[in-house]
């Protein structure tokens, strides 16, 4: 079992930034891969990024490539988003995922654990 809670949503301007954590508690974090998703009213949940065990390698949706940034702290049991340059299309609930392999994902019945999301609200 694999317990995850997502931090840092909100409010913020156009153009301004964020930083979205993901608390992970239970067993095998370390050797899993793990994603970000995110999801309008009405719309499928989406790929955002998603990075390897190790943090060696990242995957991230052509939207967010140069403005979204995974890491993560395997000594902190930490996933994060760093999240620059929003627009008004970046709003959404943003959802932590922990996947059952250890390789980057973009498929999303791939993620077996899933955190509650967190808002990012984009004011223009």
């Known amino acids: 079992q694999v317990r995850l809670v997502e931090s840092g949503g909100g409010l913020v301007q156009a153009g301004g930034s964020l930083r979205l954590s993901c608390a992970a508690s239970?067993?095998?974090?370390?050797?899993?891969?793990m994603g970000w998703f995110r999801q309008t009213p009405g719309e499928e949940r989406e790929f955002v990024a998603s990075?390897?065990?190790?943090?060696?390698?990242?995957l991230y949706a052509v939207p967010v490539r140069g403005r979204f940034s995974i890491s993560r702290d395997n000594a902190k049991n930490t996933v994060y988003l760093q999240i620059n340059s929003l627009t008004p299309e970046d709003a959404a609930v943003y959802y932590c995922?922990?996947?059952?392999?250890?390789?980057?994902?973009?498929?999303?019945?791939?993620?077996?654990?899933w955190g509650q999301g967190t808002q990012v609200i984009v004011s223009s």
């Open positions: 990075i390897s065990w190790d943090g060696e390698r990242t």
């Open positions: 995922a922990a996947n059952t392999g250890y390789l980057p994902n973009i498929v999303t019945i791939t993620y077996d654990y």
């Open positions: 239970g067993r095998n974090f370390n050797d899993k891969a």
